[in-house]
């Protein structure tokens, strides 16, 4: 099943669904091992994490794609993206859309605020007009049209600390008749607003958004779903805790010790996460073998007859140190071991070992460097 239409169905289900910010492959990695049905990439973590700057505007269009397929390409579950105000006028608001949908996001949020934008719970918010904001949410809708997809488009309106409540509503009613398949109100301040936005356009999944500090009541899931709720989003949950668990160890190394070991995981649990573990198990199906196998013959008459129980090690060393070459094989297959290592041509290992008395092991019987300057090593084991 396709992300997006995965992320339909999760919105159409019922029962609300919880969606942690995310702001990086490894965040959202951990999202999708304790089971969440699908993650939101966040511009205020995004920046954070990216440019150590402020949700101001000072991330670019660019940079959050670039940040934003390093998290698609980490999981397998859909990814909702910011999409800030677009990044300019509705041309480029169609842009983003088609950016984000290239780079596999299954959503995009839009949202109306001005150039340069601020975050949601902060001072300095401003929006455009009603009619340029619901310009951006019909771009979005026919960006999706032109590319032939279906990604979620969530309208996001900032106007109620910006103007006012009742502007809020009238401008989801319009995004609702543009097209946005999933509606938000950025900071409302109580839980009686959250309830009367639920009523409005009430076929219309709406977003909650539990930012701990912010404007708007912290509510449980539960309540969040009583009132109306679809889905909900923990916008800076992760990257508080990350910023805490981080200075808290840079205090005890800097204090002469170490983290303890209950406050991170394992290095075994550590490389699990990361993906280690997969990386071995996948590493094999495409592992060759240097095991030589010994046809099945009548060597009576061979040259080599009666040392076929001899067991050589061949290395091959580049003249840049690496190597190339660490294999064993019996004495008697000698012959074919020209074809792996053409410096071997024309050497005589049956005249070395006839020297070699047969429990003799370890013992050095070439050591040569070919044309090309590689080290060719010949042990008796």
């Known amino acids: 099943m396709g992300h997006v239409k995965a992320l339909r169905e999760f919105l159409e289900s019922r029962g609300i669904k919880q969606c942690p910010i995310c702001f990086d492959g490894l965040s959202a990695k951990l999202v999708q091992n304790h089971g969440f049905p699908f993650c939101f990439a966040g511009g205020f973590a995004m920046s954070a994490v990216r440019l150590g700057l402020p949700d101001t505007g000072l991330i670019s269009y660019g940079e959050m794609v670039d940040q934003g397929q390093l998290i698609t390409q980490a999981v397998s ?56 904001a ?114 808290d160890a840079l205090t005890a190394i800097k204090g002469g010790s170490v983290p303890s070991p209950g406050s991170m995981p394992s290095f075994e649990e550590i490389k699990d996460i990361v993906g280690f573990n997969a990386y071995y198990e996948e590493e094999k199906l495409y592992t060759a073998s240097t095991n030589l196998r010994i046809p099945e013959k009548d060597s009576s008459n061979d040259s080599f007859s009666g040392i076929w129980s001899r067991t050589l090690r061949i290395k ?35 005249t070395l070992l006839d020297g070699v008395a047969e429990d003799v092991g370890g013992k050095v019987l070439l050591d040569v460097n070919d044309s090309i300057g590689d080290r060719i090593q010949v042990f008796v084991e």
């Open 77 to 132: 579950i859909p990814v909702i993206v910011d999409g800030d105000n677009g990044y300019g006028n509705a041309l480029n608001v169609k842009r983003t859309v088609k950016g984000y949908i290239k780079a596999g996001f299954a959503g995009i949020m839009i949202e109306d605020q001005v150039s340069p934008k601020a975050c949601g719970h902060t001072q300095g918010k401003g929006v455009v007009s009603r009619q340029e």
């Open 134 to 247: 619901v310009m951006r949410i019909k771009a979005a809708v026919d960006a999706r049209k032109e590319s032939g997809s279906d990604i979620v488009i969530v309208a996001r309106t900032d106007s109620r600390q910006a103007v006012s409540l009742d502007e809020a509503f009238i401008r989801i009613r319009a995004f609702a008749d543009a097209g946005a398949d999933a509606l938000f109100i950025d900071a409302l301040a109580s839980k009686q607003e959250m309830k009367a936005f639920c009523e409005v356009c009430p076929q219309i999944p709406k977003m909650a958004n539990m930012l701990e500090g912010g404007k708007t009541p912290i509510l449980s899931a539960l309540e969040l779903e009583d009132i109306g709720y679809k889905f909900v989003v923990y916008p800076i949950s992760l990257l508080g805790v990350s910023i805490k668990a981080m200075q």
């Open 316 to 350: 091959l060393t580049g003249r840049d140190g690496i190597e190339k070459l660490d294999l064993r094989s019996p004495a008697g297959f000698l012959a074919g071991i020209t074809n792996i290592i053409p410096g071997l041509g024309g050497i005589n290992i049956k």
